[in-house]
Each structure stands twice: as C-alpha cells, then as structure tokens.
C-alpha cells in the first residue's frame, strides 16, 4: 500500500499531475529523460488505488473515504478524459468536467 497525495508535490499541486509523476516518473517537461528510478514507477491502478482507497486507509478513513461503497461520502469526479486508457503523455491535459462531495454535483 502507497498513500499518495500532494502535500509535498514533485508536480504543481494537481491529482492529474500527481498520477502522471506516479505512473511515468518524471515531470511534464520530460525530466529526468526517460524517468526517474522507473523501477519504482506504479502502475495507473496502483496509482489510482495510492490516490483513493490507500489513501483513505493511511488516515484512519478507510470506512468513510476511498471507495464508492454504500455508506461512504460518495466524493468523486467525472474526467474528460479515462485516465487508466489514454496514452501517458495525455494524462496531464485531463481535465475535471463534475466534482461531487457526499453526492451533490459543485
């Protein structure tokens, strides 16, 4: 289990730059050529699990959090793009079209 988050970001502050520094190990400006220890590079549904249910669970959160599951906040957001399907380069253009918190569109 990896928590991931952007606390301490190696990106700008953004969950589509955060998954896209996870998945490629390196930042939109293509450094470090080829990545960064790339050994250690997680894959997208890891990436995705780090940003969601692993997360929730690092802070105790696991029953309210990370996961869309009866009796949870139904938090989440529609993308415009499917960030586990389109090509890595892609990823850090991926916008937000809906986010909701506990179930109301904002």
Do not use: C, H
């Not at 960064?36 to 690092?58: D, H, N």
């Not at 869309?68 to 890595?88: C, Q, R, S």
Request: proline share 6%; net charge negative; charged share 25%.
């Amino acid at each position: 289990m990896v928590a991931l988050g952007t606390d301490f970001p190696v990106e700008d502050v953004s969950p589509f730059l955060t998954f896209y520094a996870a998945v490629s190990r390196k930042d939109t400006s293509g450094f470090p050529k080829g990545g960064f220890q790339v050994e250690e590079a997680l894959s997208r549904e890891e990436t995705l699990k780090g940003m969601t249910i692993w997360a929730a669970y690092s802070n105790f959160e696991e029953d309210e959090k990370g996961s869309i599951d009866p009796g949870k906040f139904a938090d989440f957001v529609i993308y415009d793009k499917d960030m586990m399907t389109v090509p890595l380069e892609e990823i850090p253009s991926i916008r937000a079209e809906q986010t909701f918190v506990n179930g109301v569109v904002r």
